[in-house]
């Protein structure tokens, strides 16, 4: 893997930026090397963490503990204290420190146990990081990733279940990260980490024992790339992260009544590949967009409206889209089921949009 | 597969160049006295530019040449070259929204300076921070920010990284990071979890009070519990602090002097509770009706920049002809940096979309397309 440096802004010190290799010529993503979601994450830091002493992380419990939900088990073994580093409960005092030592060159990665408590550290992360560059006139950039769980499921109510991403992809600035099977994780989490600009990284807790083949050889995925990882022609649904397998599990009950649809992964919603999207819906010419953000001003509602704009002609319905219910997260199993899109739910939208 | 072209070992991550030609040492002098006489009048002049300044920031703010918030910083100007003063060019300095005097005491000219509230392309930020976000990455001016409070915990990450490059890197050298707030800013509890995570990780960052007495329209003793003993606080993140009557400069240094070495050589964190006064209003749309001219009339009596010129004179290191040549220079200087900011282009309509992103890749927005902006001035 060639590391380039390409167009970077001169506030960048020591930019590199990943050669990214053509769809055809990524490492396959069949075979029987086996790993879970949180390796593949903890893969992609501890790789970039070799090539690059400027990169560390730092989080509650991600050393000693070896994470909270043991994304980073091993990692304080192999990079010692001063490069894996527990941090107090102090949210917005060390997303603040962190992104101080970004815009003096260093890169590096805070993990959230959950982003349902970056709220606290709303403000350096929405204020200083994305806005950095352009409120010092170019001077000042700020290469940084934040990461963690993202989104309901474990019954955990309505204070651990955020969804982040319609409230933060809204700020111009950030990058928005959101893989939904190890493969992609690894390859996304390597740009991320590498990328110039303050990514926003969305993992799911649900989807972190989540196993599938993870190659060997190294590779990074680009952002802004949709992975059609179902094709049909019947609906294109689009969806990003945890969704994605709710989609596809709606797309085989689906396909046992005869009905195929697409299922396009967004894995990144800022920078958000409409291309992929307006190519499939003048195939399918319906468009469900599936998001477990709540529905007003959610990513969807972004969706949707980009797909008027851009290829209102070639739809034969009005897009739709599938939110969680519009309330906050409950607890008990049954409702929390309910209130997420669910192939279920996902099923019904499918149906009403091919007899509307 | 080669391997990315991390940052080479042997230099730091934050490439300043420009800054090279600047001199770069603090002075080794423990007390003021013992200053050379260069150095001192040099404060002089630093003190008087920022008065001078200020009261032509005031002048084009009533023309309407200067918009938005605006928050002059007279009467404090002891603090920030006192301070500066002792601290090496390449230590990163952070402060609030009252930043003009941390700026011209750091180094920013004042066209710099005075295009940037111009909103001109020539200002530090190219029109794009206005007066409380004022940038000088080549004289380590980590900014003015506007958000009371959220640059303490960023003082303690410029410490935390100024470490973390001589320890894990290899490279950097022992640096003190001077973090300004004012008294509203202790309220804040980002400033408590920053003096926390600064003790508990030997971070070197002062956090340096500009206690002025009031937060806005509210006096100190409305806004914060026990605000004579302030130092107890820091001292119960076990952080040493001191009181230093900020009005004297010399007196500064000799406070201040030793605390910033010993910061550095033992990478340890320190609070300062400055004692000074604000002239005008909190900003430029402030009646103060929460004050008397009395009191104002009081610690103008007290004035830092006619104290220092009379200690120089009682040294003999100025006369009244020098004096009068020193703010002549002054005042012509900043009479040219407010022409030349007015004659400043202002941004073209294309800026607007620039600076956005560091690496703009395709779709990051459904209605904006980025680009790289114009060179900035100061880089
Ligand atoms: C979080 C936040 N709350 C409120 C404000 C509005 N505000 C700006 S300055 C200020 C007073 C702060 O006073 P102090 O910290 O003492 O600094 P000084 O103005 O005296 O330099 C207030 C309330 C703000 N900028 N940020
Ligand atoms: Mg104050």
């Known amino acids: 893997m060639t590391m380039i440096e390409t167009d970077i802004h001169p506030a960048i010190d020591n930019p590199a930026l990943p050669m990214f290799l053509p769809e055809d010529q990524m490492p396959s993503r069949q075979g029987d090397r086996i790993i879970q979601f949180r390796e593949a994450l903890r893969e992609a830091m501890s790789e970039e963490m070799r090539k690059d002493k400027r990169v560390f992380l730092l989080g509650e419990e991600v050393a000693q503990y070896n994470g909270a939900y043991k994304v980073s088990q091993g990692m ?10 527990d941090t107090p409960i102090s949210e917005n005092g060390f997303a603040g420190m962190a992104i101080a030592a970004a815009m003096t060159g260093l890169r590096p990665i805070v993990e959230f146990m959950s982003w349902s408590f970056s709220f606290v550290a709303a403000d350096p992360i929405l204020n200083n ?43 111009p600035g950030l990058k928005m990260a959101i893989p939904s099977n190890p493969y992609d994780a690894k390859g996304l989490l390597k740009t991320a980490i590498n990328d110039p600009d303050p990514v926003f990284f969305m993992e799911s807790e649900r989807m972190l024992g989540d196993k599938a083949h993870v190659p060997e050889e190294e590779y990074y995925i680009p952002f802004g790339r949709a992975r059609l990882a179902r094709e049909g022609d019947a609906v294109t649904l689009v969806s990003f992260g945890r969704p994605v397998h709710f989609c596809l599990e709606a797309a085989e009950t689906l396909a ?37 953000s709540w529905p007003f001003a959610s990513i969807a509602s972004e969706v949707v409206t980009q797909i008027c704009e851009r290829c209102f002609d070639w739809l034969d319905s009005a897009p739709a889209r599938l939110n969680t219910a519009d309330v906050p997260t409950p607890y008990a199993k049954g409702l929390e089921y309910d209130y997420l899109p669910n192939p279920e739910r996902i099923v019904g939208a499918v149906r009403k949009l091919i007899n509307a | ?14 490439n300043t160049a420009k800054a090279d030609s600047l001199p770069m040492q603090a002075p080794t002098a423990k007390t003021a006295t013992e200053l050379p006489k260069e150095i001192l009048v040099k404060w002089l002049y630093d003190m008087q530019l920022i008065r001078e300044f200020e009261n032509r920031t005031m002048q084009a703010y009533q023309q309407a040449k200067i918009g938005g918030f605006c928050h002059i910083y007279t009467g404090q100007e002891a603090v920030a070259v006192g301070t500066i003063g002792c601290v090496n060019h390449d230590d990163p300095v952070i402060t609030a929204y009252r930043d003009h005097g941390h700026a011209l005491a750091r180094g920013m000219t004042p066209e710099a300076c005075m295009a940037e509230m111009f909103g001109r392309t020539t200002g530090c930020a190219k029109g794009k921070g206005g007066s409380m976000h004022m940038f000088d990455r080549p004289n380590w001016l980590m900014g003015g920010h506007g958000i009371v409070s959220a640059q303490t915990p960023m003082g303690a990450g410029f410490a935390f990284a100024a470490k973390y490059e001589l320890e894990v890197m290899g490279t950097g050298k022992k640096k003190v990071c001077l973090c ?3 008294d509203g800013a202790l309220d804040q509890g980002c400033f408590h979890e920053a003096q926390n995570l600064a003790s508990l990780w030997d971070l070197p960052v002062i956090y340096i009070l500009e206690n002025n007495g009031y937060s806005m329209g509210t006096a100190i003793e409305r806004h914060t519990a026990n605000f004579e003993n302030l130092v107890d606080r820091a001292k119960g993140y076990g952080i040493r602090g001191i009181e230093i009557d900020g009005l004297d ?47 104002v009339d009081q610690y103008k009596d007290k004035d830092s920049i006619a104290k220092l010129c009379a200690d120089l004179m009682d040294m003999g290191h100025i006369d009244e002809t020098g004096w009068k ?32 992103y560091a690496n703009p890749e395709k779709n990051l927005s459904p209605t904006a397309t980025y680009t790289h902006g114009t060179k900035n001035p100061l880089m």
Request: aromatic share 8%; net charge negative.
């Open chain 2, 1 to 14: 597969m080669t391997q990315a072209t991390a940052a080479s070992s042997e230099q730091s991550p934050m």
């Open chain 1, 256 to 292: 046992a009544e005869g009905i195929e649809v697409d299922v396009l992964d967004m894995r990144t919603i800022r920078p958000l590949d409409i291309e992929s999207i307006i190519e499939r819906v003048k195939v399918t010419n319906k468009v469900l967009v599936v998001d477990q």
């Open chain 2, 180 to 182: 300004y707030l004012g």
């Open chain 1, 76 to 85: 304080l073994d192999e990079f010692g204290p001063k490069r894996i580093i």
């Open chain 2, 249 to 295: 400069i010399m007196n500064v240094y000799d406070k201040f002097k030793p605390l910033a070495d010993e910061c550095r050589e033992t990478s340890r964190p320190a609070f300062v509770d400055l004692k000074t006064y604000r002239y005008q209003g909190h900003s430029m749309s402030d009646p103060q009706k929460y004050r008397t001219k009395e009191e």
């Open chain 1, 129 to 171: 990081a994305p806005k950095m560059l352009y409120m010092s006139g170019g001077q000042f950039g700020c290469p940084i990733v934040f990461r963690g769980n993202d989104g309901a499921g474990g019954q955990l109510a309505s204070t651990h279940s955020w969804c982040v991403e319609a409230l933060y992809a809204n700020v």
């Open chain 2, 325 to 356: 040549a020193m703010r002549k220079e002054i005042a012509d200087i900043v009479r040219a940096s407010v022409e030349s900011a007015d004659a400043a282009p202002i941004p073209d309509a294309d800026e607007l979309f620039t600076d956005v």
